[in-house]
């Protein structure tokens, strides 16, 4: 078949398309005797149309399911929609379109754009979690994880987004204002859902040191969000009351220097203690401190302040009186809200006690150095581990000592204990909205005076979504959407069949990412979420690629899931991701964050339009390390489509007089250059991909193309054959790359298959050795010897070769050698004494 002179992408693209799909190239499951890999990128949430930072994220994937399916692994790379949310629904609140109608459009549109990229899914698997046959597995989930006690619910202070007018995630406040729509967040008391996954906070944390294929960053963000700290509870008893408080500490070493004690200003306390002469200004700044939220309270500029409550509190160690505070830093749900203050030696008790005039005691000394001045004239806190000072029976221990000391004294003694305490909370997941997964449970006020919730049988799931008048019920206003359905509501009682309400909350949409990656195992599965035998053959996940601001909500949220799963014995793994990519963000070629404000988006849509798939692909891949942010160029979309429009011509150039060469060696002069070049190419390119370099990847082909061109046409029979082998070795690489190109070009010389079946090819160890150069070897300045060695070795290799010779080890007989010089690709030298 003869080769079109000129590049033209839009002609081909589509016909590749089809093709794969028709032929169901990318059909997991298709070699069973093959080592399986999983390729997964997080799945979307179905806007209309996919942006930059949509494209790289699959793109990425992309090249390592392709790549791992020419290397003969059997792979698994699905895709799906996390279909559920707060936009379809808000969206339905403006214009009256039902969540489920556009978020179908949306999909379809999505869809089409994706098949445009050319992404290698195997859309037989394709999950839609707002469909029942999806959201029924997490009713299904929830009552199996109700029946292990793993939830529970509770009245409690969420957050509530005064925008969206549903609870929030805390990890979804940020600054004090929600994340998705910038309104105020604030403190609200609520009866909510909560999975107990701090049961699992430890485990969490232990495991995050098995996950080594896993950026260090985000390690590190979950490892602080779980946040262990380990202390000691100590027990103050209020002078004049028969009452109590327990504060939680880190430091009990500097228990001597507390001199006064802070209570979070909802504590359960603080109407006791506080004396008739301090109430009114002490209710007036707890009524104060509720009306703003967490984050606003403890953000770290926020000034820190508070108020005397009148009482006194004992120190156990001391017995000395010390005032009862209340202050905004101080929180009710961390540790036991309530806080010993030792300003000599916190940062903030420290401003707090300057503030107010509270006195300050200097309890620990630096090990080394000079020592701290007395509390008055200390201008900051020491906050440093040293020796203790003024401390009583403890004075002269170093900290650390004294921790254990006294932490075993106050348990001795009833009055208090070591502790461990994490910053991580339960995981609160009911919202008030309509399009999230209906929570399976309902009301009875016979059986369940309490209202504790009944659980919906198993066999009565899914409790569906009702049809709805979307403009009566999607108001974005008061109650639940769902309560305003009575068809809904109502409902029997599964214990007594007699008359019951249904819940009409619904799922936070983190619970259907948190098992999607099982469910594409086997999509229809009726029997359970999905076939535990999959599950043995498919997890975990080989290769997770995601945004990293995931880092502690799904990456978590799914984590714990994966434990859940095991317990059921659903499936066998420990950890969801054996390595996990997280990608940089594309900006706009201003280098700002591509955004409509700043009218800096370039839509894929219109690059693939212009170029073609293949050059957007292989620019967004080209443009950068895929962990590190880029900034869009025009000029490079440009540069990238001209060397792909290079490789064209080339192979095209050469087609009728080479695509059917053949030669049986040997090989020597140009047509040996020709071969090198290649082979070398094929090499680099294939441990580019592995080490996920796949800009070097790229540079790799470019520099081969750039090659050939120079090495001129071939004429003799071997530089034909080798042209000829040349080319299809550029398809081979540009297969992860540009797969139509790659496929098109294959098929012009001669394949059979799809270049992703004819697999990757082998390259030749002998062609990939670069010659060899020339070195010098001195001793001491004078030439002993030359060697020839590899234009690339590095200098231990080159030292050895130099030891080796008989004339070096003469001269280096009996000497001590000094130091050891190394000039790349010229001479060593050993300097011996
Ligand atoms: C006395 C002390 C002395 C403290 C000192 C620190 C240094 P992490 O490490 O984050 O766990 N704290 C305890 N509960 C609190 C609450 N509910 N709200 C605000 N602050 C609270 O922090 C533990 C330390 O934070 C505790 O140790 C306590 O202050 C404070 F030289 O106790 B420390
Ligand atoms: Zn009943």
Redesign the pocket.
Known sequence: MAMNESYEPQSIEGKWQTRWESEGLFRAGTRPNAPKKYILEMLPYPSGKMHMGHVRNYLIGDVFARYFQMKGFDVLHPMGWDAFGLPAENAAIKDGVHPAVRTEENIASFKKEMRSLGYSYDWTREVNTSKPEYYRWNQWFFIQILERGLVYRRFSKVNWCTGCLTVIANEQVKEGVCERCDSPVVDKEMPEWAFRITRYSQDLLDALDTLKEWPERITAMQRNWI?R?D?AEAEFKVQGHDASMR?????ID?IYG?TYVVL?PDHKLVAQVTTPERRADVEAFAKRMSAQSKTERLGEDAEKEGVFTGAYAVNPFTGQPVPIWIAN????D?????????PA??VR?FAFARKYQLPVKVVIQPAAGDKLPAGDALEA?F?EYGVLVDSGEYTGLASAVARQKMAAKLEEEGRGRTTV?Y?QKDWGFSRQRYWGTPIPIVYCEKCDPERKGIPVPVEQLPVRLPEIDVQEVLTGKGEPPLAKVPSFVNATCPKCQGPARRETETMDTFVDSCWYFARYLSPHFEGAPFDPKEAQRWLPVDVYVGGPEHAVMHLLYFRFWTRVMKLLGLSPVDEPVTRLITQGIVNGPDARKMSKRWGNVVAPASIVEKYGADTARAYVLFAGPPERDFDWSDKQVEGVFRFLKRVWTLAATHHAAVAGATHSGPYEGKALDIRRAAHKCLKRVGEAIERLSFNTAIAGVMECVNALYLLGAPETPAEKAAMAEAIRILAVVLTPIAPHIADELAEAYGAKHFTVQDGWTAFDPALVVDETIPYAVQVNGKLRAEIHVAADAAEADVRAIAEADEKVQAALAGKTLRKFVFVPKRLVNFVVG
């Open positions: 946040g700290s202390g504060v939680f500490t880190t430091r500097t507390c979070a830093f101080v929180v009710s961390y540790g036991t809200g309530a806080v010993m203050s030792v030696h916190d008790d806190a906050t305490t910053r």
